[in-house]
């Protein structure tokens, strides 16, 4: 294989044609959905929301890199029962970039996005979801605002034992490439960390809304110097403890990522007394792997939710 065709991503062999999905998938985009901007300390931050807003509110976050509309095939699912909103947090997707990142900020935009939906009007207080990166700013948004919400779900986001080797990988906050066509970026688009994904009409969505027009023609939207940066949410697993509300771990069942005594010691970190839930089939990227087996468990979820109080001892 020449080094040329190795850096090719799994969307090459399309040739820049869109790759079309099953009948939900097409119908789960094509629901409309408001766009809308808030300055939050400083940045324009971007966020899309679907459904009736006196509902309770479900925010969705997402990973490193990746934007809101990694939850255009989910919300539409979601948004009968919820008012359901989802962002891109600062230096992602259509928000602006920060000269500084910093998880308290991540919380702060959460928090923020949820207020100007409408959530902290309805009498039932939102919950949150989020995946990988976007799970470590919500475990912090549990611990200090618990109170305030109903509950979070905590997707494929690791805490790691004291004697288990952990870190993300160092990369270099160099430029991104400008590619003079959509077919060569697309060519290069790759999941973060890498993994397979036989889905390949939510890895070409996903890819496509991954880019921004430029000089010279398309790059990728996030601010390279995000992936430089280490971020830290202070003690992880006492801010797990420390969730003042509702929780829940999701998992995918071939996660590299967090396998299952990663699952296992989360769940002696919250007592025993939350739930661990398996995604079968699923690797780190869950929502793209097994979309509908998530919105299944994540709807039997909060219907149980329903029946138990919001708030949790710590």
Same mark, same amino acid.
């Given at each position: 294989?020449?080094?040329?065709? *190795?850096?090719?991503? %799994?969307?090459?062999?399309?040739?820049?044609?869109?790759?079309?999905?099953?009948?939900?998938?097409?119908?789960?985009?094509?629901?409309?959905?408001?766009?809308?901007?808030?300055?939050?300390?400083?940045?324009?931050?971007?966020?899309?929301?679907?459904?009736?807003?006196?509902?309770?509110?479900?925010?969705?976050?997402?990973?490193?890199?990746?934007?809101?509309?990694?939850?255009?095939?989910?919300?539409?699912?979601?948004?009968?029962?919820?008012?359901?909103?989802?962002?891109?947090?600062?230096?992602?997707?259509?928000?602006?970039?920060?000269?500084?990142?910093?998880?308290?900020?991540?919380v702060e935009e959460e928090?923020?996005?949820?207020?100007?939906?409408?959530?902290?009007?309805?009498?039932?207080?939102?919950?949150?979801?989020?995946?990988?990166?976007?799970?470590?700013?919500?475990?912090?948004?549990?611990?200090?605002?618990?109170?305030?919400?109903?509950?979070?779900?905590?997707?494929? *986001?690791?805490?790691?034992?004291?004697?288990?080797?952990?870190?993300p990988p160092h990369r270099e906050g160099r430029?991104?490439?400008?590619?003079?066509?959509?077919?060569?970026?697309?060519?290069?688009?790759?999941?973060?960390?890498?993994?397979?994904?036989?889905?390949?009409?939510?890895?070409?969505?996903?890819?496509?809304? *991954?880019?921004?027009?430029?000089?010279?023609?398309?790059?990728?939207?996030?601010?390279?110097?995000?992936?430089?940066?280490?971020?830290?949410?202070?003690?992880?697993?006492?801010?797990?403890?420390?969730?003042?509300?509702?929780?829940?771990?999701?998992?995918?069942?071939?996660?590299?990522?967090?396998?299952?005594?990663?699952?296992?010691?989360?769940? *002696?970190?919250?007592?025993?007394?939350?739930?661990?839930?398996?995604?079968?089939?699923?690797?780190?990227?869950?929502?793209?792997?097994? %979309?509908?087996?998530?919105?299944?468990?994540?709807?039997?979820?909060?219907?149980?939710?329903?029946?138990?109080?919001?708030?949790?001892?710590?």
């Amino acid at each position: 294989m020449s080094d040329n065709i *190795s850096r090719l991503g %799994p969307l090459a062999r399309y040739n820049g044609e869109r790759v079309a999905g099953p009948a939900w998938f097409e119908d789960a985009i094509a629901v409309p959905c408001e766009s809308r901007e808030i300055d939050i300390s400083g940045a324009r931050i971007h966020y899309l929301r679907w459904g009736d807003r006196s509902k309770p509110g479900l925010l969705l976050v997402h990973g490193n890199g990746a934007h809101a509309y990694w939850w255009s095939f989910i919300a539409p699912f979601l948004a009968r029962e919820y008012n359901v909103a989802a962002l891109d947090l600062s230096g992602m997707g259509d928000s602006d970039h920060r000269s500084r990142y910093a998880m308290d900020l991540f919380v702060e935009e959460e928090m923020a996005v949820a207020a100007d939906a409408g959530m902290f009007e309805n009498p039932e207080p939102p919950v949150v979801v989020a995946h990988s990166f976007g799970g470590f700013a919500t475990i912090l948004a549990g611990a200090r605002h618990g109170d305030r919400l109903a509950g979070t779900v905590i997707v494929d *986001s690791p805490v790691h034992p004291p004697d288990r080797p952990h870190g993300p990988p160092h990369r270099e906050g160099r430029p991104h490439r400008i590619y003079p066509t959509l077919n060569e970026a697309l060519s290069r688009f790759r999941l973060a960390p890498e993994q397979p994904c036989e889905n390949d009409y939510i890895v070409d969505f996903i890819a496509r809304k *991954s880019l921004r027009a430029v000089e010279g023609g398309l790059t990728w939207k996030f601010d390279p110097s995000l992936w430089s940066q280490r971020f830290s949410i202070g003690d992880t697993a006492e801010c797990l403890r420390s969730t003042r509300c509702r929780i829940a771990i999701m998992r995918g069942e071939n996660s590299v990522l967090m396998p299952p005594e990663v699952g296992a010691y989360m769940y *002696s970190l919250l007592g025993h007394a939350a739930p661990v839930i398996e995604i079968p089939q699923a690797r780190h990227h869950v929502m793209l792997d097994q %979309p509908l087996a998530f919105v299944a468990a994540l709807r039997a979820l909060l219907a149980d939710w329903n029946h138990s109080l919001p708030t949790r001892r710590v």
